[in-house]
């Protein structure tokens, strides 16, 4: 995507954004990454921790196996290159969080190279351990009249995998809908519960502008810790729209850590970039390397299932849906279940013609969620798969319109029932093309003269006000194309 960067012609220079995302991922492992303290999130402070994971002298770590093998089904599923051997590293830096003085992290030799997802590569994906939780008090705690902090190490040692792509991104839209499509992916794998709002997922933006046309990579900023989708888009809109203004001025961009905040839109400076050198890295004495065995690979790949994007080609394929329905229904576990119990409630599928299955995944995908809330597992409500089908049927027949449709939906996520019996009861059968709605039709245009006669020569917006009458006195149970098709008839159109 191109970005104009001002109406002033003679300083008119487009940019194109150039975008990298680096995700840090919490494992949803029982315990933490390198000690048996148990994961928790919400107890009270400072209750999981032991000389591991507090760094209190002569504690050793050993690796959690199941974080090992959680990080292998990412790199499975994102099509990354597994090393038969990883090393972790030392990544030194100075912090309260980090009672140890440095973070166990890979670095030149991760578990995880390349692979791709939706079109974004990716440069590697490894292992670390998280910090601990700095709690700034605020007004709420001084001591003589300073502001401080307090940590809790509850979160300290945690187990953490960083997806880092290359930079493939180039707008702000594109990295929101990219990260869902992550997103979707890990809860679908179950190696992480994704939960932004408590930090299981976390993202960092590094954002760099260049002349459209021009293929160098500008100097890059990198966004930190941007917690929801919307921020995401949000924070790299606004560095995006600070750049422009950096560079139109004919100053340049300085790489540096800049802080997002959401409320005022404002950009602020963190700290200047540190390379890696800055880091000291260097290799972990106290792990053995992580040597990854055929077992290892088959066990993890035998755990993943079907992912998202597959499943979406395969719903399109199998039963012809569209991309934007299959998707709806791919990236909602539980919906594409549900649809396909519902059309196993109607035997072999190949059988069963597309437009009813297109019915049905509307149904399914559209009409259902927001009538038994649009969270909720369809598993646990009153509306079963195989009253959506029969439902599906009946709109396909034009046995019942779509207002009627919804009403039926809302009563079985009410009490359940027979569709055909709710249908009856409520009197909320289609007006076919029996002679009831002729006569309807026929009181619509003699009530609508003007909106007849400009019907009658040519102004195809008058049928509104014609169709409105027909459908308030059938109560919306007139099929619309079939009140359009008897409306032409009678003027003789
Ligand atoms: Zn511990």
Known sequence: MAVSAGADAASAVSYEPVIGLEIHVQLAT???????????????????????????????????????HLALMIGLALGCELAPRSIFHRKHYFYPDLPKGYQI????????????????????????????????????????????SVVDFNRGGSPLVEIVTEPDVH?????????????????????SDVN?????????????????????????????????FRFIEAGIRAEIARQEGVL?????????????????????????????????????????????????????RAAMGELPLDREQRLQQAFGLTAERARALAFRRELG??????????????????????????LIAVELPPRIGSDTDPFDCSVTPAAMLALARMLATKQINMGGARTVIERLAEHGGE?????????????????????????ALAAHPDAAERLRTGNQKAIGPIVGFVMRETKGRADGSEVTRLVHQQLGL
């Open 30 to 68: 029982r315990t933490k990454m390198f000690c048996g303290c148990e994961m928790s999130f919400g107890d009270p402070p400072n209750t999981h921790t032991c000389p591991v994971c507090l760094a209190l002298p002569g504690a050793l770590p050993v690796v959690n196996e199941l974080a090992v």
């Open 248 to 300: 139109d001025a004919g100053a340049t961009v300085s790489q540096e850590t800049l802080h997002f905040d959401p409320s005022s839109g404002q950009i602020t400076s963190l700290r200047s970039k540190e390379e890696a050198h800055d880091y000291r890295y260097f290799p972990e004495p106290d792990l053995p390397p992580v040597a990854i065995t055929e077992q290892m690979i088959a066990r993890a």
């Open 419 to 443: 569709v055909e019996a709710i249908v009856a009861q409520e009197d909320l059968g289609a007006l076919g093309d029996g002679d009831e709605l002729a006569t309807v039709v026929a009181a």
């Open 105 to 148: 992290s890979q670095y030149d030799e991760p578990l995880c190279r390349g692979g791709s997802l939706g079109g974004v590569r990716l440069h590697r994906v490894h292992m670390e351990e998280d910090a601990a939780k700095l709690i700034h008090m605020g007004a709420s705690g001084r001591i003589h009249g300073s502001e401080i």
């Open 171 to 191: 707008s702000a839209e594109q990295a929101g809908e990219w990260l869902r499509l992550l997103r979707v992916t890990l809860r679908q794998l179950g190696v």
């Open 196 to 228: 932004m709002d408590e930090g299981s997922l976390r993202c960092d933006a590094n954002v760099s502008l260049r002349p459209a046309g021009t293929t160098a990579l500008g100097v890059k900023t990198e966004l930190k810790n941007l917690n929801s």
């Open 337 to 362: 279940d549900y649809f396909e119990q519902a059309v196993a409630a109607g035997g072999d599928h190949g059988a069963t013609p597309t437009e009813l299955l297109q019915t049905l995944a509307n």
